[in-house]
């Protein structure tokens, strides 16, 4: 059972699953569920999940002002490569990998939006490398 999730809506599944496919990759996920032409879900090591779907109420999907999903990392290396893999498939640079001090000294962190406005935080803890 899944105990958190978050769903990020979509206007093109292809769009999407060819930006979340390798920026997934990159934080060590796996595909827990794929339902052609509807969703996917990928699993964090942790349990956690993101689906990536079309709208359920058949509105366009958009992006939320103020809205970001954050995943935490197994280190500064996974920030960077799972940054990396959003800007080599069609993500926006909201933020290059590095410390964030004003959300504490040992924070490192990097931000990006997908094809469809949703900000994405990579992050992890210095101080447990």
């Given at each position: ?10 206007n ?98 990097a931000?990006a ?17």
């Amino acid at each position: 059972m899944t105990k958190c999730y978050l769903t990020v809506g979509s206007n093109d599944l292809d769009v999407s699953f060819a930006f979340y496919d390798p920026v997934m990759s990159a934080l060590e996920t796996k595909v827990a569920a794929d339902y052609p032409g509807m969703t996917r879900s990928y699993m964090m090591p942790d349990g956690f999940q993101l689906w990536v779907t079309k709208p359920q109420n058949g509105e366009a999907a958009a992006g939320g002002n103020g809205h970001t999903a954050g995943f935490h990392t197994a280190g500064t290396g996974q920030v960077d490569a799972a940054h990396a893999a959003a800007l080599a498939n069609g993500d926006t640079d909201e933020g290059a990998p590095g410390p964030r001090p004003l959300y504490g000294p040992d924070i490192y962190a990097a931000y990006a939006r997908d094809p469809f406005g949703n900000k994405l935080a990579f992050m992890t803890s210095t101080d447990t490398e």
